[in-house]
């Protein structure tokens, strides 16, 4: 079974969408699916059963207005359709993103089968006019892709609704969460845990704060910064990239690392005392899941955390506001740290990459199925 992947960047972007897709690709590949992927720019290389076919673009939107929205060549699209037709199914990761769209068109032009994974909902950006874009593309571009799709399947419930409320699907939606690689993302012990520290130069006295993301306004930065000039006895470590560099903050308890590889990225879920993650706009993020099976107790915003409702339990949250995370953080202190690490991580075990990639595996296997059948010989 041959199966076209299309994002808009690949993972060396570290956007939370393009790790996944990487992820799950990985592992259908290792069950025999042959995965052709599309995305911008990245390095045109290729693993057992993964093929990468990376195109030009241009990022003017991210570098100027902090969204993530590459715009890819005329011939570029063109190309896009030989792929869609070589295929079994086409799997589009999220449904307003330029070569998504226009591979969905390509694969209605061809019969092809298209699942949709979509992780992101409704970002309410403090600029009326890009919520008004927003909103607008979510009602026309992505509305279209997901009621034309022949599945849609969410990462949360909340981005589920959401679209639930604009678009009648032809098949019920999947709700199936992004899985964890536990493997890779698992705790150490509390003396490895300080080597950890000690060689990533953090004070053992000291609270470790850790954001991992884009420094961009949705992720909750202005926030962040806040926090980090009225909680000085804490030290503010950001993994990422983007416009909102908080290196230039000109706060002394503040350490910016920049983009990270993900095997870097672990030991500082493993070390840090809590991941802060006041993001708005999108699912339950991939970050929060790998940070929880490090051990590593988090705070996020409520909307975050409808993501995952079930993981209420072992998550906190505060409303977007510093008085509010002032108060969560002191709690979170004052709790018994031991005790957090190991819910949280206990808690994490149940996101399994290997349930999911079988789950897209029956899906896509039923879709080639069902669509052979629906069309006339």
Known sequence: MRVLLVTHYYAEHQGGVEIVAAELARRLAARGVEIIWVASDGPAASSTGVTRLPVSAWNLTEQRLGFPYPLWSPLALLRLSQQ?????????????????????????????????????????????????????????????????????????????????????????????????????????????????RIRLGWPTDRKVRLFVGRFVEKKGLPLLRKLASERPQDVWVFIGWGGDDPARWGLANVQSAGALPQQTIVDYYRAADLLVLPSVGEGFPLVVQEAMACGLPTLISPETLEGAPDAAEVVASADLDVASWQRAIALLDGADVIRQREKVADFARRWSWDAVADRFVELFEAMVVGHASSVPG
């Open 84 to 196: 869609v037709r070589a295929a079994d199914v086409i799997h589009l990761h999220d449904s307003l993103y330029l070569g998504n769209v226009v591979a969905y068109l390509w694969a209605r032009w061809y019969h092809r089968p298209v699942v949709v994974t979509q992780h992101v909902g409704p970002v309410p950006y403090s600029s009326p006019l890009l919520r008004g874009l927003l909103g607008l593309a979510n009602r026309t571009l992505a509305k279209s892709v997901l009621v034309g799709c022949d599945q849609a399947v969410f990462i949360s419930p909340r981005v589920q609704a959401y679209f639930a409320r604009l678009a009648r699907f032809r098949r019920p939606p999947i709700y199936l969460a992004n899985g964890v690689d536990t493997e890779r993302f698992c705790p150490v012990s509390d003396a490895e845990r300080q080597a950890i």
